[in-house]
């Protein structure tokens, strides 16, 4: 692969890691699970993590399960929708973060799980 997730000159290869949160193991893993089976994304990690953010005024602490889909940039806006449709969060976290460089097969494998 030699495009970056722009089209670019770098070797991330268009793809991207998209990020979501849950409040819940069992909703984070079905999600997870349908995302894979929708193609919409190669493969899914699912973990905790401890998250502190500001929300009605106050700063909450707490625990979360964080999801971390390996995508193509270009599936970004159906798995977005696909997230959001899904969601509890009245705001659920749905970022995308490009891959800068990765091994070719990897990047290959990705693009090759996801559908077009």
């Given at each position: 692969?030699?495009?970056?997730?722009?089209?670019?000159?770098?070797?991330?290869?268009?793809?991207?890691?998209?990020?979501t949160t849950y409040d819940d193991?069992?909703?984070?893993?079905?999600?997870?699970?349908?995302?894979?089976?929708?193609r919409l994304a190669a493969c899914?990690?699912?973990?905790?993590?401890?998250?502190?953010?500001?929300?009605?005024?106050?700063?909450?602490?707490?625990?979360?399960?964080?999801?971390?889909?390996?995508?193509?940039?270009?599936?970004?806006?159906?798995?977005?929708?696909?997230?959001?449709?899904?969601?509890?969060?009245?705001?659920?976290?749905?970022?995308?973060?490009?891959?800068?460089?990765g091994s070719a097969d990897y990047?290959?494998?990705?693009?090759?799980?996801?559908?077009?």
């Amino acid at each position: 692969m030699t495009s970056d997730p722009d089209g670019g000159g770098g070797s991330g290869g268009g793809v991207v890691v998209v990020t979501t949160t849950y409040d819940d193991e069992a909703k984070a893993r079905a999600l997870a699970g349908a995302v894979v089976r929708e193609r919409l994304a190669a493969c899914a990690q699912v973990y905790p993590v401890r998250s502190v953010f500001r929300w009605d005024g106050e700063v909450r602490d707490c625990a979360e399960w964080r999801v971390d889909f390996k995508t193509r940039a270009e599936l970004f806006e159906r798995l977005a929708a696909f997230i959001g449709g899904r969601h509890g969060y009245d705001v659920p976290e749905v970022v995308a973060v490009p891959v800068a460089a990765g091994s070719a097969d990897y990047l290959a494998w990705v693009v090759g799980e996801t559908t077009g």
